[in-house]
């Protein structure tokens, strides 16, 4: 029971992490950071 409530933060960090490499690496680490700010601050 508990993999169930880890599995979809992992999941949705395995699926998102490229598209956050390809950000950092294209316009550095400060977007990447300002962008997971925002998103946590909105929440």
Do not use: D, E, N
């Not at 699926?15 to 400060?30: D, F, M, Q």
């Amino acid at each position: 029971m508990a993999g169930l409530c880890v599995a979809p933060p992992g999941l949705t960090m395995m699926l998102v992490a490229p598209v956050y490499a390809r950000l950092s690496a294209r316009h550095g680490p400060r977007a990447s950071l300002v962008l997971g700010l925002l998103v946590i601050a909105v929440g």
